[in-house]
């Protein structure tokens, strides 16, 4: 068996030849000629650069040149020119566009385009560059380059100059390092992507000053290329501020956001990449090292020391909804302030200059005279921790271990209740509690602001149908103690629920168990 393989230009060779001996025929059929120049066909579609082209047509020996879109052949170029034909080799220079055949009689213009295969070659590429700056692409027939891709498909169609052999184009403001992707135009437009990678140009962090800083001051951020940077990103302050007092090629000069903590600062170009410092920015906060008297008598002077004090603008203390802001005296080493009436047993925690961020003691305040003592249990559920076999099965934010707000021991559990309306601090047991010598279960509440009058549901053992009430009584602990019976007298108790009943807000929960 014989096989016989063509190639693309054999292909639009012969389908040329085809129309020739077509238009031959036709001709021999017609019966006088109107003398003009007439343009019927041209081809190979899709031939390249410095293959031949034939353009057929009646009176074409009257053509003097041809125009094509960025060359021009005069006849004196022409391999082959007769009446009905002239051939040529298609110049480097040539693109697509419409052809323009010259003669004495005015110009004859092609109805469709002229379109060649054009093998587009990169030789080199510039190595680096600045968003903004040009980069020079080299090589060969870059003159049919229409589109450049860069990194994170930022495509430019748009370019300073092209020609033949070079393709300059802007760097985007938002490209990053990567290769470039080439796209063509001729009649099988290619994309490919380049071997060279362009490397983006980023700004980069040599100090930062003064280091620590406060908030709501200047911090001086040296370095090279920091016009580059459109946002400066302080740990923990979500919102990047993108904001400066100012900004030149060596230097950001930004104003410290009220929320910022000790961290890396990160700088994000216009691309969003980012770079970090190699040094964390310490932000200047008060410290605490110990609360005196400690417990203190009701509306007594507490004595705190520290560190940077005479940054705190307030002190809070548990159960007062405001901060005591006006001081017995104050400096850079020790508060003296009198403790509010009403205040209860907490930690305390200071407000800081033009921040919003707070300093909290380690050490929990405790007052004489406060509430007094509960019993110890003989069945623990919660003191400090879970007992007796009991876990957190909440599905209610929740914090086993707070010491922000305390009714006995050290710690005590933060509910937080979301806006979802029906959500549960859960203490199960899967073997349960035997209650036959128990008769009450007992727990203590604390509502925060925005709590006081809701109802708490005490769910026993899953019987969310016949939920225990309880009111909360806001800015004070209440204990509460439900006789058993009320709660359907489980044995065992597997799973007690302490659960919002439409409201959100925080409610503090501790000393739990069985009487």
């Known amino acids: ?71 021009t052949i005069p006849a004196s170029a022409f391999t082959e020119h007769t009446a009905e034909k002239i051939v040529f080799v298609i110049p480097d220079a040539a693109v697509q566009g419409y052809a323009t055949l010259k003669t004495p009689d005015g110009d004859v213009v092609s109805k469709t385009k002229v379109n060649f295969e054009v093998p587009v070659t990169i030789t080199s590429i510039t190595s680096e560059a600045r968003p903004g700056e ?4 080299k090589g060969n027939f870059l003159n049919w380059v229409k589109v450049v891709t860069f990194s994170k498909d930022i495509a430019e169609t748009t370019f ?58 200047n911090l001086t951020i040296t370095g090279t290329n920091l016009d580059l940077a459109a946002a400066v990103i302080f740990n923990g ?3 990047p501020v993108t904001v400066f007092e100012s900004q030149s090629a060596t230097q950001i000069v930004v104003k410290v956001p009220a929320g910022a903590g000790k961290g890396k600062l990160t700088l994000a170009a216009h691309s969003q990449v980012t770079v970090t410092s190699a040094d964390d920015l310490a932000v200047l906060l008060p410290a605490i090292t110990t609360i005196a008297p400690n417990p203190i008598a009701q509306e007594g002077e507490l004595t705190i020391t520290g560190t940077n004090l005479d940054l705190a603008t307030g002190v809070a203390f548990t159960g007062i909804t405001a901060p005591v802001t006006s001081f017995v005296s104050q400096s850079a080493t020790k508060i003296v302030v009198k403790a509010p009436a009403g205040a209860l047993k907490g930690k305390i925690t200071l407000n800081v200059l033009n921040s919003t961020l707070t300093i909290e003691s380690a050490q929990v305040l405790d007052f ?83 709590t006081e009058g809701k109802t708490m549901n005490v769910v026993i053992n899953g019987g969310y149908g016949t939920a225990y009430p309880v009111t909360i009584v806001g800015g004070e602990w209440t204990t509460y103690s439900i006789n058993l019976s009320a709660l359907g007298s489980p044995n065992p108790l597997k799973e007690i629920v302490l659960q919002s009943a439409g409201f959100a807000g925080v409610v503090y929960i501790d000393h739990v168990g069985l009487r």
């Not at 040009?134 to 692409?137: G, K, L």
């Not at 437009?189 to 490397?199: A, G, I, N, Q, Y």
């Open 134 to 137: 040009n980069i020079t692409i």
């Open 1 to 71: 068996m014989t096989r016989t393989i063509l190639n693309k230009t054999m292909l639009r060779l012969l389908c040329l030849f085809v129309a020739i001996a077509m238009i031959s025929s036709c001709k021999k059929d017609t019966t006088s000629n109107s003398g003009k120049v007439e343009l019927l066909s041209f081809g190979p579609t899709g031939a390249k650069h410095g293959d031949n082209i034939i353009f057929i047509g009646n009176n074409l020996d009257k053509v003097t040149e041809i125009d094509l879109a960025g060359a």
């Open 160 to 217: 300073v100059s092209q020609s033949l052999n070079e393709l300059v184009i802007k760097v985007p403001a938002n490209a990053q390092t990567g290769t470039l992707f080439i796209t063509t135009s001729g009649t099988d437009p290619l994309t490919f992507e380049t071997d060279s990678v362009v490397k983006v140009t980023l700004p980069s962090i040599t100090a930062l000053s003064p280091n620590p800083v406060k908030h709501q001051t």
């Open 368 to 450: 004489i005279g406060g509430l007094p003592p509960l019993a110890d249990f003989v069945y623990a559920i919660y003191t400090d921790a879970l007992q007796n076999g009991f876990q957190n099965w909440s599905w209610a934010g929740n914090d086993f271990s707070s010491t922000a707000i305390v009714r006995q021991g050290d710690k005590s559990i933060k509910a937080t209740y979301g806006s979802g309306g029906y959500e549960g601090i859960t203490f199960h047991n899967d073997a349960g509690a035997a209650t036959g010598t128990y008769s009450k279960l007992e727990f203590s509440l604390f509502g925060t602001p925005g």
């Open 237 to 239: 302050v979500a919102t």
